[in-house]
């Protein structure tokens, strides 16, 4: 039973417009949020995080937000730039767990010229 | 230098071979992990070694068999391998077991004939 979920395996945007990126999970113990890019042929790369006691976090064009109520957090990047064009991991981890990493199955975003 | 490498890129190999995958980070961290990845499936912890010593084995086949030489290296030896084995194999390390962020190499795609 996957405790993280990316219920969009891809999702298309126009450059210049808001990317808005969803996660989904089930394991009210997690209580620390990463989000990771991966290009082709390399590995993924930490892009963005969120603790639990924290609702919002921004980082330039990257923001993720947290519903907690929800078990629901979301990743905005605007503008979209077609380097932003990637797959992109949600993960999450629980103190309580040694903060192993939890993956979602990924999102594949297109950002067109 | 942020980067962790690992050597090969690209791994052919049958069931009766025995090879082995390097990871190296010069980076000081003190936890290095590996992961299995799936074609479209997110990546999925298999071991952890924390201060050179193994400290998480996710139920994992005995034909994969870690080993850490020293604080900057990290192996996979692989024998008898199924087919069903081929996968991505992803290292990562971070300063310490626990800590959120992990930095992930490029990967070694293997294939099991």
């Known amino acids: 039973d996957q405790q993280v979920k990316q219920n969009s395996p891809s999702l298309s945007v126009q450059e210049g417009r808001i990317s808005i990126l969803n996660c989904d999970y089930t394991?009210?113990?997690?209580?620390?949020f990463l989000w990771y890019k991966k290009y082709p042929a390399e590995g993924p790369t930490f892009l963005i995080s969120?603790?639990?006691?924290?609702d919002k976090n921004e980082d330039g064009r990257f923001t993720v937000f947290l519903n907690k109520s929800a078990k629901h957090l979301s990743l905005h990047i605007v503008p979209s730039q077609p380097g932003d064009s990637a797959v992109y991991f949600c993960?999450?981890?629980?103190?309580?767990?040694?903060?192993?990493?939890?993956f979602g199955g990924g999102t594949r975003l297109m950002v067109k010229p | 230098d942020t980067e962790v490498t690992q050597t090969p890129k690209h791994l052919v190999m049958g069931m009766t071979n025995k090879k082995s995958l390097k990871c190296e980070q010069h980076m000081g961290h003190r936890a290095m992990y590996w992961y299995k990845q799936k074609a479209k499936k997110p990546p999925e912890l298999m071991f952890v070694y924390s201060y050179e010593k193994l400290s998480i084995n996710e139920s994992v086949p005995s034909r994969f068999s870690p080993e850490c030489p020293n604080s900057s290296l990290l192996n996979l030896h692989l024998h008898a391998l199924q087919p069903e084995d081929s996968a991505l194999y992803l290292c990562a390390s971070s300063p310490w077991q626990g800590s959120y962020e992990q930095y992930f190499g490029p990967g070694t795609r293997l294939t099991v004939t």
């Open positions: 969120i603790s639990s006691i924290k």
């Open positions: 394991n009210s113990m997690f209580d620390y």
């Open positions: 993960a999450a981890s629980a103190n309580n767990a040694g903060n192993m990493l939890t």
